[in-house]
């Protein structure tokens, strides 16, 4: 089986799973507060959660949102911001459904990262950590894929976003390994320059830096955020 054939026949299975496990194929709201009227879907990660409160509550998420520690939200590495996901205490079996809204944990071997009030729905707040299984139960910003159903992340390069693709491939000219990539924003479509492929952020700064010396400037993002 050849290596395209295997991740399409992978890719088709994950959606036939996907959609007869009731997941709605459409973007929550973000002023949603209870998610308990949906069906969770299928089961797609296992591993160790944890959360966080205080040091970050009134602080900035991943996606731009105030940080509230007393919402149902939830910090994840790869899954789109907006996806609504169960996780269970597989200790005591409690459960309590969450948007994601945040990057992380970066701790090591942590899948998740629950809000307090989340944390406390499952007895986990004097643990500090606990074994869970997370199961999709609606669709955020993007479609779920193969890619982002697991706690795999990459990180580029930003150099420079351009309203006409005209700009943006002029300007591929003088960063050699650049690439174009069309982005939807705001109902328009901007040409954004990115720079490599990295699997921690460190080798992205450090890519960056390199960038620098070379009179370039840029930032680092994950990709698909």
């Given at each position: 089986m050849t290596h395209f054939y295997r991740n399409?026949?992978?890719?088709?299975?994950?959606?036939?799973?996907?959609?007869?496990?009731?997941?709605?194929?459409?973007?929550?709201?973000?002023?949603?507060?209870?998610?308990?009227?949906?069906t969770p879907g299928a089961l797609i990660e296992t591993g160790v959660a944890s959360w966080y409160g205080p040091n970050f509550?009134?602080?900035?998420?991943?996606?731009?949102?105030?940080?509230?520690?007393?919402?149902?939200?939830?910090?994840?590495?790869?899954?789109?911001?907006?996806?609504?996901?169960?996780?269970?205490?597989?200790t005591n079996g409690k459960t309590v459904i969450v948007r994601i809204n945040d990057r992380g944990p970066y701790a090591h071997n942590r899948i998740i990262d629950l809000s307090r009030k989340a944390a406390r729905e499952i007895?986990?707040?004097?643990?500090?950590?606990?074994?869970?299984?997370?199961?999709?139960?609606?669709?955020?910003?993007?479609p779920l894929s193969e890619t982002n159903l697991g706690s795999i992340e990459t990180f580029t390069v930003q150099l420079a976003s351009f309203k006409t693709e005209r700009e943006a491939e002029n300007f591929l000219n003088l960063?050699?390994?650049?690439?174009?990539?069309?982005?939807p924003v705001a109902g328009e479509t901007v040409y954004r320059i990115y720079y490599g492929l990295y699997d921690t952020p460190d080798e992205a700064r450090?890519?960056?830096?390199?960038?620098?010396?070379?009179?370039?400037?840029?930032?680092v993002k994950q990709t698909q955020n």
């Open positions: 399409f026949l992978l890719f088709t299975l994950l959606t036939i799973l996907l959609s007869s496990c009731g997941v709605v194929q459409r973007s929550v709201s973000p002023d949603r507060e209870d998610y308990s009227d949906l509550h009134g602080k900035l998420t991943a996606n731009g949102e105030v940080y509230n520690m007393d919402a149902m939200t939830a910090a994840h590495r790869s899954l789109p911001f907006n996806t609504v996901v169960q996780v269970e205490n597989v007895d986990m707040i004097d643990a500090g950590t606990a074994e869970v299984q997370i199961y999709v139960v609606e669709e955020g910003d993007r960063v050699s390994g650049a690439r174009v990539e069309p982005v450090s890519a960056m830096q390199r960038l620098r010396r070379q009179g370039f400037d840029g930032f």
